[in-house]
């Protein structure tokens, strides 16, 4: 119960940060991503201070042995740059320059019920899905159990190799 | 209708304070949990039926759908409603999106700023390929076919 009530604080803290920083304008994001036109320098402040922050914070918390809710850390395990991390990155910039729109933004604007966020939104759930639908289909064993470590809540070990 | 975007002091101000608050909804989810808070993987393993830890991913979206509902109540204006692209648009850019995040494990928030304040290699590559990938799209749409 105090696992799902931090996560929806995240959440809800996560919403305001974005929505204080002017992120969920798809105007803003454009104007940052266009350097040749008249640069607009948001996004880096607020990437800037969010890892202000993270940068000072993460690893002092990661010297603790387990975090306070939990038996042990889900930390990403992969630390190869392979054809499969950059190609994800260069369709997800794609789409991001083609929208100025990202995750976190696009399911807070879905909330407006305007029809370009949920048109958006549905499209980016739809890839989503259609992701793991192939990989399911293609990777049997993906699929299949993976034996629970340690005194885990008994997921699959899989969840650890994801970074964001 | 449309206002033309200005970066003023106060628009920084309120851009590092809302920074501020993402490191920090980052940083809770991190010490009590040990979650990356990075939005297209939680949400995006909530479509994978291989998924199991439903619960936590469901009430971070829950979360994040909560305070967007809010701050449409008390600061509608934090939404920009006329820079959104064509519906065509903006459906192919959702797909690569969303197909992309996976393909990549993280989006803006896991790659460029939890996989970067953990000093992640794979993070700094995804993030300068995204950001130059997405910088080279707006270039082309902006600069190549108005001319």
């Known amino acids: 119960m105090g696992k799902l009530l931090i996560s929806f604080a995240s959440g809800i803290i996560f919403a305001g940060g974005l929505g204080l920083a002017g992120m969920v304008q798809p105007e803003k994001v454009l104007g940052f991503l266009d350097v040749a036109g008249t640069w607009d320098p948001t996004l880096a402040v607020v990437m800037g201070a969010a890892l202000a922050v993270d940068l000072v914070v993460f690893p002092l918390l990661l010297r603790r042995k387990q975090p306070l809710l939990d038996s042990r850390w889900h930390l990403p395990i ?33 909330a407006t019920l305007d029809a370009e966020p949920l048109v958006f939104g549905a499209a980016m759930l739809g890839g989503m899905g259609l992701f793991h639908a192939v990989a399911a289909l293609t990777q049997p064993s993906k699929a299949a159990p993976v034996a629970p470590r340690g005194l885990g809540a008994g997921e699959p070990a899989l969840t650890t190799g994801i970074d964001g | 209708m449309t206002v033309e975007p200005t ?44 998924t199991k830890d439903r619960g936590w991913r469901l009430a971070f979206v829950g979360g994040l759908l909560a305070g967007s509902v809010a701050l449409l109540a008390v600061a509608p204006q934090v939404f920009g409603r006329s820079g959104w692209a064509s519906l065509g648009q903006l459906t192919v850019a959702g797909l690569l999106v969303g197909y992309g995040t996976q393909l990549g494990n993280g989006c803006t928030s896991g790659h460029g700023v939890c996989g970067l304040a953990r000093r992640s290699p794979r993070s ?24």
């Open chain 1, 78 to 110: 992969q630390t190869n740059i392979d054809r499969r991390l950059i190609g994800g990155a260069v369709l997800f910039g794609a789409g991001w320059g083609l929208s100025g729109v990202c995750p976190g933004p696009a399911l807070m604007a879905m």
């Open chain 2, 124 to 147: 700094l590559a995804a993030t300068l390929t995204f950001m130059g990938v997405a910088g080279a799209v707006v270039f082309g749409l902006r600069h190549l076919q108005a001319g």
């Open chain 2, 7 to 50: 970066f003023t002091s106060q628009v920084a101000g309120t851009a590092a304070v809302g920074g501020a608050l993402i490191g920090l909804a980052s940083a809770l989810l991190l010490s009590a949990n040990g979650r990356i808070a990075g939005i297209s993987g939680i949400a995006g393993r909530l479509l994978d039926g291989s």
